[in-house]
């Protein structure tokens, strides 16, 4: 685990996606930021705004991190009015420390139900008291004509919630927002990947706190992880970190209320580290136990097959791909082997669950693969396909689409520049039909692509613009910038704009710290964009 004295193994440990990882490399990379319903307008304006998290920004401790927030407007994101959260912002609670990692995680939700955006900030690696990387949870509250401000913040530990403290635990390692329980207000699920688990190490879990109309509370709290009486399929088993990354709510249908899907990708289900995803469904009263679902490549219906190091759950999303009533929800598996015997290591596939009446199932799954079923591009080692995904309407048609994150894919000459792929929703599902690959290498898109850029390592999709149709943000973890480049890895982002043909360059834009009025300024190794809500 990353901390205070691994200078958050210099931001390359945090972002960039080299498959097939270690275990323990796996548990220091970003998760892929998750799309949501509008919850993200933090200034009730009518736009949607964007929180882009710098986790190894230096301000009054190296590495302690950063929150820069652009919000948008008719013309799209713009630095009028941006903001610059750290815990050194006044207001803001919770002291500075070394390596904290504020801003590694992300969330937009309504926590009080204020019909307002408010914001859940992970800081996994902060030390609380005497247990290291124990982490922990700011909540910046947003408010009409004003936006996201330090009044009424809170922070959230394990101590709040009592469950206590220990070492290495990773509170915050994951964060999604939903209304679990159908009373108006959002909830937030933590990742708590270092949790042990009746002895069990690094077992792990999430922590759901539930929101009201004072905003989020303790009352009701509750932790889930696998295994007999934890509320979730599966075992426990040491090293699975449920929990670690991925984390996506949505309706997949038995009720009316959100239900949350948590990507397991260290989970030892038929190989070391092949993957899984739990889904625990909504109730009048939280998230429950009942009719929980646990998914991986051997479950029924699903294609595939569990291999070592597939890393099924390293990213979710979800969102109605095929016009039903209920949210169908998309998998990441960047560490999938292809080719003839395997030789292509890590290049990556996705899997589609549909939503239905009775919830997720594994009838009429689907698999997607660079270079198969029309998806362009070629696979190859390391390409990590799935690594980030996020799930919207961004236009072409009536449906949700999909953004698949493959930030290792070689973009002309240059390894691991990066890339990303939209898959269009229909009537039957995600398909090809008009498929797309963006790299800072497309035609029209700011910026050059380069070696080693990760292009795609987060990706999120928000209506920025107001039009109608989301737009899609694409993180750059490893961008270089400055004249000749010479700010190493400071990071970017490029946004792509969504309309009634879909995603398009035109008025697409490329921000990073040194943009305009953007708060703070571009430095060595920041990892600006490496997670964002």
């Keep these: 685990m990353f901390g205070a004295g691994t200078a958050l193994l210099t931001a390359v440990a945090i972002v960039q996606w080299i498959a097939p990882p270690t275990a323990e490399a796996a548990r220091h990379q970003r998760p892929a930021g998750i799309a949501h319903a509008r919850r993200g307008d933090f200034n009730a304006d009518g736009y949607d705004d964007l929180a882009v998290g710098v986790p190894a920004e230096d301000t009054s401790a190296q590495d302690a991190g950063a929150v820069n927030v652009l919000y948008g407007s008719g013309a799209g994101l713009s630095d009028a009015g941006n903001q610059f959260w750290t815990r050194d912002s006044t207001g803001v609670l919770g002291g500075t420390g070394s390596g904290d990692a ?24 902060d030390d609380v008291g005497s247990a290291l990387d124990a982490g922990a949870v700011n909540v910046l509250y947003g408010s009409a004509g004003v936006g996201l401000s330090s009044t009424g913040n809170q ?28 009373d108006g207000a959002d909830d937030l699920a933590i990742g708590v990947p270092g949790r042990s688990v009746g002895g069990v190490p690094n077992a792990g879990g999430v922590q759901v706190v539930y929101g009201g109309p004072t905003g989020l509370s ?27 990354l991925g984390l996506a709510a949505a309706n997949f249908g038995l009720g009316p209320e959100d239900d949350l899907a948590i990507g397991n990708p260290l989970d030892d289900v038929q190989a070391v580290d092949d993957g899984s995803v739990d889904v625990a469904y909504g109730s009048p009263t939280g998230l429950s136990s009942t009719d929980g679902q646990l ?23 979800a969102a109605d791909f095929g016009g039903r009533k209920q949210a169908d929800l998309a998998i990441g598996a960047p560490g999938e082997d292809l080719g003839h015997g395997n030789s292509i290591r890590g290049a990556g596939e996705v899997t589609a669950l549909y939503g239905g009446p009775e919830g997720l199932s594994g009838r009429g799954s689907q698999v997607w693969r660079q270079g198969w079923d029309g998806v362009p591009g070629t696979p190859a080692g390391g390409d990590g396909f799935g690594n980030a995904l996020a799930a919207a309407d961004m236009g072409r048609t009536a449906e949700a689409d ?31 039909v008009g498929v797309q690959l963006w790299s800072q290498d497309s035609s029209g898109v700011r910026d050059v692509a380069e070696p080693g850029d990760f292009f795609g390592s987060d990706v999120v999709a928000f209506d920025l613009d107001g039009s109608g149709s989301a737009d899609v943000v694409a993180g750059v973890t490893q961008e270089s910038v400055g004249v000749n480049n010479a700010i190493r890895d400071a990071g970017a982002i490029n946004v792509l704009y969504g309309g009634t043909d879909g995603l398009s360059s035109a008025g697409n834009q490329f921000w990073d710290q040194d943009t305009g009025t953007v708060g703070d300024q571009a430095e060595n190794f920041d990892a600006f964009g490496s997670a964002m809500g």
């Design 218 to 244: 303790a009352q009701g709290n509750v932790f889930m992880t696998q295994g007999e009486g934890g509320g979730l399929p599966g075992a426990v088993t040491p090293g699975d970190s449920v929990a670690d």
């Design 295 to 317: 998914w991986s490549q051997g479950s029924s219906g699903v294609k595939g097959i569990s291999e070592p190091g597939d890393l099924f759950g390293w990213d979710v999303a």
């Design 102 to 125: 504020f801003g590694f995680s992300l969330a937009a939700g309504d926590f009080n139900g204020d019909g307002v955006g408010d914001l859940a900030i992970g800081a996994p690696s």
């Design 402 to 432: 999909l953004v698949v994150g493959a930030s290792g894919d070689k973009v002309g000459t240059a390894g691991h520049a990066g890339s990303a792929t939209v898959l269009y929703g229909s009537a039957g599902g995600l398909d090809s």
């Design 155 to 182: 922070l959230w530990t394990g101590d709040q919630l009592a469950v206590g403290l220990a070492a290495s635990e990773r509170f915050g390692n994951a964060l999604a927002a939903g209304d679990f329980n159908g």
